[in-house]
């Protein structure tokens, strides 16, 4: 379960950061004492444990937040990554098949998180969890989520749940074959080979993957309802509507002239939105509640879009058909600040300056390229910066 935040600021001067990182351990001990911890769990816990400079560098370059969209489907949905994951299902499919009847999430969704995750087990990290959290939460960005994740982490070693030794996984706190974060593995994690306790780090997927079928059957997955779809719009299709905030029926959108990728009539889901996360130059998707759920495992819509992708090409489906504008170059965080600080100052409010495209700053490009007579599709580009300069 990927961190859910876009890049931050510049890192930190890494050789004052070694004692002003004991002196924070000092003063999170008590925070920890307050939350339940017992000392004698936290000084296991924090043997050995340093300020680790490589876990802030990952921080910053997060590749679903700083990657172009296409880059990132193209290597998350590799044609690899398709072959393995079908051979995985095939490995798995009685398991998978026993999963999906209980907690009634598809098997193909279940690889797809498996394999956007950890590469279908291949690569579920060696960084010791309690020192990447202890570093993340002394580095303030996201301080008080990374404090709760160490505390349920300590929670866990004190349990005996997992050993501090082999507590390990991402940079960013993930564990196991699906990433849990360790809040996330208190309140979902799930005994499926009925051994006794849950374990989400062992060679074994089952408890994983069961877990995050938990996870997503919690967070209001309906089964048969697909996460979204690739769609064509009409000519003259009013692209304010391209937003996740504005829902209609499937026959609302149908009326305005939005098809499948194949030019069909698209058949009704329930309520949808429409998402253009490259601009008019991009595909276009239907969106569906399941987008959503995909969502509170990783908040970025590259990850949603390409776990959805993904689970679709291991049931068979094929490649999108639209094109990407391979050409356009990402904006850095500090071109994105310089374009929420100059459309502000012309009177296109972003509501604040934080380097993150939100809703807010959309609606601020889409006002002013429409002032200036562009398609008002509300992508922050290279040019709309330079047409703000």
């Known amino acids: 379960m990927t961190v859910r935040d876009a890049a ?40 050995g444990v340093r300020y680790n400079a490589g876990v802030i560098r990952s921080d910053r370059s997060q590749p679903e937040f700083t990657r172009q969209i296409w880059n990132y489907l193209d290597a998350v949905v590799s044609d690899a990554r398709v072959r393995d994951g079908r051979a995985a299902l095939q490995r798995n499919r009685r398991l998978l098949a026993e999963i999906e009847a209980k907690f009634e999430v598809e098997a193909a969704i279940l690889a797809a998180v498996w394999g956007a995750e950890s590469d279908f087990g291949a690569c579920r990290g060696d960084t010791p969890l309690i020192e990447a959290l202890a570093t993340l939460a002394f580095d303030g960005r996201r301080a008080r989520f990374f404090e709760d994740q160490l505390i349920a982490a300590l929670k866990i070693v004190q349990a005996g749940d997992i050993s501090p030794k082999r507590l390990k996984g991402s ?53 048969g309802q697909p996460w979204g779809m690739e769609v064509v719009l009409s000519r003259g299709f009013d692209l304010a509507l391209a937003d996740r905030r504005v829902r209609n029926t499937v026959d ?70 639209s094109r990407w504008p391979r050409r356009e170059r990402n904006l850095g965080r500090a071109e994105k600040l310089e374009m929420q600080r100059l459309l502000t100052a012309r009177g296109f409010d972003t509501q604040g300056t934080d380097g993150i495209i939100g809703p807010n700053t959309m609606d601020a490009i889409r006002a002013f390229q429409a002032s200036r007579g562009l398609p008002p599709d509300g992508y922050a580009s290279l040019e709309v910066l330079g047409r703000l300069k």
């Open 252 to 321: 609302g959108w149908t009326a305005r002239g939005v098809r499948d990728a194949r030019g069909r009539r698209i058949p009704d889901h329930g309520f949808a939105s429409i998402l253009m996360p490259a601009g008019v130059r991009g595909a276009a998707f239907m969106i569906f509640d399941n987008f959503h759920v995909i969502r509170q495992y990783n908040a970025a819509d590259a990850y949603v879009i390409a776990v959805g992708h993904l689970a679709d090409r291991l049931d068979g489906g094929g490649p999108f058909r």
């Open 171 to 223: 940079w960013a706190g993930g564990m196991g074959h699906a990433q849990f974060m360790p809040t996330t593995y208190l309140d979902h994690a799930v005994n499926f080979r009925g051994d006794g306790r849950a374990d989400v780090l062992s060679d074994d997927p089952a408890d994983a993957l069961a877990s995050t079928a938990s996870f997503l059957r919690r967070c209001g997955w309906r089964k």
């Open 8 to 47: 931050g600021p510049s890192m930190p001067d890494v050789a004052g950061s070694d004692v002003g990182f004991r002196r924070w351990i000092d003063r999170f001990r008590k925070r920890a004492r307050a939350a339940g911890i017992r000392d004698g769990a936290f000084d296991v816990a924090f043997r």
